[in-house]
């Protein structure tokens, strides 16, 4: 496979592989946690362009084809918390999936850099993802009345959410902070949004291919995530 060479191409490769490390950090960080076992050798945590994650050894050839992450990241699981390791691992990984976008950028121009930097700036960093410092998921009201499903954002405060189906909230900067649950993505007031009512993560519908119209016929939506879980019980 070709490696990436525009801004264009380059970005998607970063974005691919950072919307597996999302994952692997948030909805999946129970099975990362388990495989990075400190009794084996020194694992590394990759994010691939198929927008698959694995943990496993590190290349073997010297050098590497592409700049390898964090060697070891297993050793440190035990010695602290898991929120702390898992922030750890964040950090590392934000770092590797900046040299990977550069090192395929080496050939790019100094204002095509910057249009690349300015891409991959727009999103939230994996570290702010982990520890919240910008929310995960939608913060749920005391209203029990079953979450807004096929809203494009979460409804306002004191707005019925079964009431919200397909509403369009006018206020981008209150919602602004939420993220998909897939890619990371921020919100976007032009972008349809779907709610998990499992795990109440909100989710791009392009993220996880429900339109508007198919919304509408959802009773009760399950995110992908949500959804595998039920099916290996």
């Given at each position: 496979?070709?490696?990436?060479?525009?801004?264009?191409?380059?970005?998607?490769?970063?974005?691919a592989?950072?919307?597996?490390?999302?994952?692997?950090?948030?909805?999946?960080?129970d099975?990362?946690?388990?495989?990075c076992?400190?009794?084996?050798?020194?694992?590394?945590?990759?994010?691939?362009?198929?927008?698959?994650?694995?943990?496993?050894?590190?290349?073997?050839?010297?050098?590497?084809?592409?700049?390898?992450?964090?060697?070891?990241?297993?050793?440190?699981?035990?010695?602290?918390?898991?929120?702390?390791?898992?922030?750890?691992?964040?950090?590392?990984?934000?770092?590797?999936?900046?040299?990977?976008?550069?090192?395929?950028?080496?050939?790019?121009?100094?204002?095509?850099?910057?249009?690349?930097?300015?891409?991959?700036?727009?999103?939230?960093?994996?570290?702010?993802?982990?520890?919240?410092?910008k929310?995960?998921?939608?913060?749920?009201?005391?209203?029990?009345?079953?979450?807004?499903?096929n809203?494009?954002?979460?409804p306002?405060?004191?707005?019925?959410?079964?009431?919200?189906?397909?509403?369009?909230?006018e206020?981008?900067?209150?919602?602004?902070?939420?993220?998909?649950g897939?890619?990371?993505?921020?919100?976007?007031a032009?972008?349809?949004?779907?709610?998990?009512?499992?795990?109440?993560r909100?989710?791009?519908?392009k993220?996880?291919?429900?339109?508007?119209?198919?919304?509408?016929?959802?009773?009760?939506?399950?995110?992908?995530?949500?959804?595998t879980?039920?099916?290996?019980?």
């Open positions: 496979m070709a490696s990436p060479r525009t801004v264009e191409e380059i970005f998607k490769d970063y974005n592989r950072r919307s597996a490390l999302v994952r692997a950090l948030t909805t999946e960080a099975e990362v946690y388990l495989q076992d400190p009794e084996k050798e020194n694992l590394c945590l990759y994010g691939h362009p198929n927008e698959s994650w694995e943990v496993t050894l590190p290349a073997e050839e010297v050098p590497p084809e592409l700049p390898e992450p964090a060697l070891g990241i297993n050793f440190a699981r035990d010695g602290m918390t898991r929120k702390d390791w898992l922030s750890l691992v964040a950090v590392h990984s934000d770092s590797w999936l900046l040299s990977v976008g550069f090192y395929f950028g080496a050939r790019l121009n100094r204002n095509e850099r910057k249009r690349l930097f300015s891409m991959v700036n727009d999103l939230p960093t994996l570290f702010e993802i982990v520890t919240g410092r929310p995960v998921e939608d913060k749920p009201s005391a209203d029990s009345g079953g979450k807004s499903r809203s494009t954002k979460r306002t405060d004191g707005q019925a959410r079964s009431n919200a189906k397909l509403s369009y909230v206020d981008e900067d209150e919602h602004g902070d939420t993220l998909c897939s890619c990371g993505g921020n919100y976007n032009d972008e349809f949004w779907i709610g998990c009512d499992i795990c109440e909100w989710y791009h519908g993220c996880v291919k429900i339109t508007p119209a198919k919304a509408e016929s959802i009773k009760q939506y399950k995110c992908p995530s949500c959804s879980k039920k099916s290996r019980h």
